[in-house]
C-alpha cells in the first residue's frame, strides 16, 4: 500500500507522520522545544509559522532556514498558498497584517492597506493586547479573502496586491450582533467554494455567515454559537460540516453536518469522546478523500467523508495546530 504524509505544526517541532497499512505513525521530529504555530507544504518547500517570524525546508524538513525577510511583523498567525498560482505564498499576523510572498517565502511583501484599515477601525483581540489578528485565508483563482480577528472579512481581486473590507463587512470591531446582510465582525476562519468565486464562508463568534455575492451580503446560519472552523463540500457548496461551541468560555464543542447549506443541521460527531466541555473544532483540513479536524486542546482527528466516523490521529502526538499535506 502507498504511504501518504502528513506534516502537523505543534508546540514541540513539526512533526512527520506517514500512514502505513491504515495507521498513522510519526515518522520524524524537527526543530523540537520550538512552538510552530502553522505550517505549509508545497512544491517541495515546507514553510513552518512561528511567533517569531517564517523557517522554511528545501529538504523534508531536515534542517531549516530564516525565511522571514521583509516582515515587519514576526508574530505568524496562519500560512497559506494560492493553490491556482505558482508561487503565491499568503502569511497572517498579530496585530493584523498581510504579507505575501511570490518566491517561497525567500521575500516578504507588506500589504499596507491592511495597516491602515486596522488603525482606522481600532481592531482588538480579546486576549492579547495586539491590534486583531488575520488568521485565515480563502482562494479562488485571483480573487482571495481573509479572515480578521476582530474586523470583518477582507477580499483582494488581484491574487492579494490589493485589499479592501468586503461591501457587508463595516470594520468596526465588537461582539454585537450585526443587521442583516452584514457579517459579525469576529471571523475565525473563511472558506470559498470551487463553483464561484462570490461564494464565501465565514466562521464566526456568533455562527456560520454564507454569502453568494462576493462578502456583499451575508446570510447567518447555526446562529448564536461559537465557530471557529467550517469545512466545505467541493463538489457540493450545500454540503457543510461545522464545528459548533455553546461559548469561548464554556466550550462543549462538537461537530455538526448540513446538507442544505446550513438551513438544518445533524449531528456528526460519531466516533469522538463526547461531551467536550473544554474542546472544540480549531480547523477543518481535508486532504484527498480524508478530513481531519485539529481541536483547541492540539489534538487531531480524521474521518472518511464518505461515512462520518471520527478516529484520532497519533495518540502520542500532541499540542497540534495545524495539518498539511505532504508528497
Not at 517541495?44 to 525577510?69: C, N, P, Q, Y
Not at 465582525?185 to 470551487?194: C, F, G, I, L
Not at 449531528?267 to 486532504?287: K, N, Y
Request: aromatic share 10%; glycine share 12%.
Amino acid at each position: 500500500m502507498q504511504s501518504k504524509e502528513l506534516i502537523l505544526a505543534t508546540n514541540d517541532g513539526v512533526v512527520k507522520l506517514r500512514r502505513r497499512n491504515g495507521h498513522w505513525g510519526q515518522s520524524g521530529q524537527s526543530t523540537p522545544g520550538q512552538e510552530i504555530r502553522t505550517i505549509m507544504a508545497r512544491e517541495g518547500v515546507i514553510l513552518a509559522g512561528t511567533k517569531d517570524g517564517i523557517f522554511r525546508s528545501d529538504d523534508g524538513g531536515e534542517s531549516w532556514d530564516d525565511a522571514s525577510s521583509g516582515l515587519a511583523i514576526r508574530h505568524i498567525r496562519w500560512l497559506a498558498f494560492n493553490p491556482a498560482i505558482s508561487d503565491s505564498e499568503f502569511a497572517g499576523t498579530e496585530p493584523a497584517g498581510i504579507f505575501v510572498s511570490g518566491d517561497g517565502g525567500g521575500q516578504w511583501n507588506d500589504r499596507p492597506e491592511v495597516a491602515e484599515l486596522r488603525d482606522r477601525f481600532n481592531w482588538f483581540l480579546p486576549y492579547s493586547p495586539e491590534a486583531g489578528c488575520v488568521r485565515g485565508f480563502a482562494f479562488h483563482g485571483d480573487r482571495v479573502y481573509a479572515a480578521v480577528e476582530v474586523g470583518g472579512v477582507l477580499r483582494s481581486d488581484d491574487a492579494g496586491a490589493t485589499w479592501r473590507l468586503v461591501k457587508g463587512s463595516t470594520g468596526e470591531p465588537n461582539f454585537d450582533i450585526p443587521p442583516a446582510p452584514l457579517v459579525h465582525p469576529d471571523v475565525h476562519s473563511v472558506e470559498t467554494h470551487p463553483s464561484s468565486p462570490d461564494a464565501v464562508f465565514a466562521a464566526t463568534a456568533e455562527g456560520l455567515y454564507r454569502s453568494s455575492d462576493g462578502g456583499d451580503t451575508w446570510r447567518a446560519s447555526h446562529a448564536g454559537s461559537y465557530c471557529r472552523a467550517v469545512w466545505v463540500d467541493p463538489g457540493d457548496s450545500a454540503h457543510l460540516i461545522l464545528g459548533p461551541a455553546q461559548s469561548v468560555a464554556r466550550k462543549h464543542g462538537r461537530i455538526e453536518e448540513s446538507r442544505d447549506g446550513g438551513t438544518t443541521w445533524t449531528d456528526a460527531s460519531e466516533g469522538l469522546d463526547l461531551p467536550w466541555p473544554d474542546r472544540m473544532v480549531e480547523r477543518f483540513a481535508q486532504v484527498d478523500g480524508t478530513l481531519f479536524a485539529v481541536t483547541s486542546d492540539g489534538r487531531l482527528y480524521e474521518t472518511a467523508l464518505e461515512r462520518i466516523n471520527w478516529q484520532r490521529v497519533g495518540d502520542d502526538t500532541h499540542y497540534v495546530n495545524a495539518v498539511s499535506a505532504f508528497n
